[in-house]
């Protein structure tokens, strides 16, 4: 397996523009979670799936933020309009077993 | 809330020196998890402790659990350079939270 993939790896966009951030996880993996990382905040749960249905989103920061899973192997976070204070790295983990296992992340700046 | 806190937030050590990270969460969980990101990469799972009194070596680290202090410690034993990184705990059955990190340099 290939692991979790996160597309794309890198992402630059002016302020206000739609982004939209995407992932695949390990096959077979029934939980999906989303997490933003900065310097100053840490490693913050955006949001978190289990089997493709929204758990908890408690942790997205407003309404801009947006995030699906249409199916097993595919989930988008979107941030529509965005802006600076977005910068952040973007990571996705699938779970199974009580173990996460990360992608390499989306490093986003907004300009 | 569950919340979770590590320290300390940064450590310099000699190689050859033994030294503990302690991770401290805040509500009941029974499971914590190690991890360790190295500058620009992802996260590596280290370590899932998944009963109180668990304990789990790998290498020059180890890992225990006491889920009735609701602590977590990460051991070091002789350290070298390659285990310079971040290390991060992160308790919760399905809502995983995380620590803030605790910096490790080793220095030659």
């Known amino acids: 397996d290939a692991g979790v993939i996160q597309s794309p790896r890198h992402e630059v966009t002016e302020m206000g523009q739609e982004v939209t951030l995407r992932c695949k996880p390990i096959s077979g993996h029934d939980y999906l979670f989303w997490y933003r990382q900065t310097m100053m905040r840490g490693l913050e749960l955006l949001i978190y799936f289990n089997n493709n249905v929204p758990i908890d989103d408690s942790g997205m920061p407003e309404d801009r933020f947006s995030a699906k899973m249409p199916n097993a192997s595919f989930s988008t976070l979107k941030i529509q309009p965005s802006e600076p204070r977005d910068s952040a790295v973007y990571f996705c983990?699938?779970?199974?077993?009580?173990?996460?296992?990360f992608g390499q992340g989306t490093r986003l700046t907004v300009v | 809330e569950l919340k979770v806190e590590q320290n300390p937030l940064f450590l310099s050590m000699q190689e050859g020196k033994n030294y503990t990270i302690y991770c401290n969460y805040s509500t009941t969980s029974d499971r914590l998890y190690w991890y360790r990101q190295d500058p620009g990469k992802s996260l590596e799972s280290l370590f899932v402790?998944?009963?109180?009194?668990a304990v789990k070596q790998e290498g020059r680290l180890m890992a225990s659990l006491d889920t009735k202090a609701r602590l977590s410690t990460l051991h070091i034993t002789a350290a070298v350079h390659d285990l310079s990184a971040t290390y991060f705990c992160a308790a919760g059955t399905y809502k995983y939270i995380f620590g803030t990190g605790t910096r490790l340099k080793v220095l030659a």
């Open positions: 983990a699938s779970v199974a077993w009580g173990e996460a296992f």
């Open positions: 402790l998944l009963s109180n009194g």
